[in-house]
């Protein structure tokens, strides 16, 4: 397994513990980790701190430069949101963990040029169906629903 | 005046006065503002408070009939981001200050239904162009380039 989903599995996993939806992801900058973080909905009470939103947050301010040479690993395929910031900051490449339990906005990321690669992973696909079958109100909340 | 853009435009200058980036918003339901932000780059350090963003965490969680009936109001045309976070919710209406010093994704957000009203605003207009005019490369690292 590639060490940057397995750290994105990690938070995930924590996000999980913490009684949070287990969505975990990393940002990867010159092969280190520069921020990683995981969905806070229920930790936070936020509404915005999505797994990409968190990582990109717990990262800091970054320049233009070193978000166009970065790539983003999420467990899950990125919502509408998620994918409007990976746009804004021109970040080229996004790894996948799975997209079966809920497909984001890949046809808009592809058709501006992000290059997208889904790995179709098990761990990443049996975390979110476990949590979907056992708090589908909570899901739902955080895809808008 | 409406008296919502005027909400937006007094967090945008609340922001200014806190050494920030000049972008306000609110979000309103049943004719309340329910969250109101302004963007918090500089004041937090943060790469994913932008104005609208700062409204719609600060509004908390709510639910997905609540965003369906509400208005976003926002000083600035809306980033990649926001308009992502404004698709996810599927807030069905944006009132934009103004789009001259930043076109955001308003061609995606009527393709997807969303209504927008761009106001186009003399006083977000000028507090935007004064800024970007004195501080260029905050401006610029805040919308990715």
């Known amino acids: 397994m590639d060490k940057f989903m397995q750290a994105a599995i990690d938070e995930a ?3 999980l513990a913490e009684g949070g939806i ?3 992801s990393v940002l990867v900058h010159n092969g280190q980790i520069i921020g990683r ?3 806070r909905r229920v930790q936070q009470g936020s509404a ?7 990582a990109l947050e717990n990262a800091g301010r ?3 430069q070193t978000y166009r040479e970065s790539v983003l690993y999420t467990t899950l395929s990125p919502c509408a949101m998620c994918s409007g910031a990976i746009l804004l900051y021109g970040i080229p490449k996004v790894i996948i963990g799975e997209n079966q ?11 501006r040029g992000v290059q ?3 790995l179709h992973n098990n761990e990443c696909l049996h975390l979110m169906q476990a949590f979907i079958a056992t708090q589908p109100t909570l899901w739902n909340e955080d895809i808008g629903e």
Chains 1, 2 share one sequence.
């Not at 915005?48 to 939103?53: A, F, L």
């Not at 339990?101 to 990321?109: H, M």
Request: charged share 25%; net charge negative.
């Open 48 to 54: 915005i701190r999505h797994g990409e939103m968190d």
């Open 22 to 24: 287990p969505i975990g």
């Open 116 to 118: 997208l690669d889904v």
């Open 37 to 39: 973080g995981h969905n």
């Open 62 to 64: 970054q320049s233009a």
């Open 101 to 111: 339990t809920f497909l984001g906005e890949e046809a808009l990321l592809r058709e």
């Open 13 to 15: 996993r924590q996000g």
